[in-house]
């Protein structure tokens, strides 16, 4: 069983390891689903870990139809990530009408080779998650991240499930979304999956005394100011003693 922790920092990366996991995937901006880490995180993480990391490529929030530009500049960060010393990369296109990209995907799979490359939760907005599953196979696609097309894996576990024998060896199918210590070897004996992908994150408060509490740094979404979300070592331990005992 392998465990990737997603995490949005180098000290997160850090208590990952700590905790136990075998990997992490280092992202920016987790309230958007994650995007590119900047390269100094990069540099930074490669130089701390002594496990896996892979680097998500994603320039913007939001879809996955990229224009001409936001692909430009995805080949750029794949270009930034390897010579940083990344392990692999995860990225993500789809068309308007909701299939994989092939010819986008095939090219940044191309470029990032010799890196393992998984496609992430875009797959989860495929409108034919079966085809979706067979275009990455065809495209040596190493692992695709999956929620089973639902909020929560948990939910999506019926598709979790048929994947991983759709797979059939050939891609890793690696569920992610809502994953906890208290669900997470139900899920695993569901679907039969040798992979999981989780956050495992708690809040920290703020160590400001003084706090200005008429205005925000975020958008319409009003973050709170005083305290954040960090990867909790802890419960990485526990995820990692549940799936292991």
């Keep these: 069983m392998r465990i990737e922790i997603c995490v949005d920092s180098v000290e997160?990366?850090?208590?990952?390891?700590?905790?136990?996991?075998?990997?992490?995937?280092l992202c920016d901006n987790l309230l958007e689903g994650g995007t590119t880490p900047s390269a100094g995180s990069i540099k930074l993480a490669r130089a701390r870990l002594r496990i896996g990391l892979q680097v998500i490529i994603r320039p913007r929030g939001g879809d996955f139809l990229y224009t001409p530009t936001e692909f430009e500049v995805m080949a750029e960060d794949i270009r930034t990530a390897k010579s940083l010393g990344a392990d692999g990369v995860v990225i993500g296109c789809l068309t308007e009408a909701g299939d994989v990209d092939v010819a986008r995907t095939q090219a940044l799979i191309d470029l990032a080779r010799p890196l393992n490359v998984t496609f992430h939760r875009a797959f989860d907005m495929c409108r034919d998650p079966r085809r979706a599953l067979e275009d990455l196979v065809q495209l040596g696609v190493d692992r695709v991240l999956t929620s089973g097309q639902e909020a929560t894996c948990l939910e999506g576990q019926e598709l979790l499930a048929e994947l991983q024998r759709l797979a059939a060896g050939r891609i890793i199918i690696l569920p992610g979304g809502g994953l906890t210590p208290r669900n997470i070897r139900r899920i695993v004996e569901a679907t039969g999956v040798n992979e999981v992908h989780l956050s495992a994150r708690s809040t920290v408060e703020s160590g400001m005394r003084f706090r200005n509490t008429r205005c925000f740094m975020g958008g319409t979404l009003r973050p709170p100011e005083f305290n954040w979300k960090v990867t909790d070592e802890q419960a990485v331990r526990s995820v990692v003693e549940a799936l292991r005992s």
């Design 12 to 25: 997160g990366a850090i208590a990952a390891e700590r905790g136990g996991a075998d990997r992490v995937e």
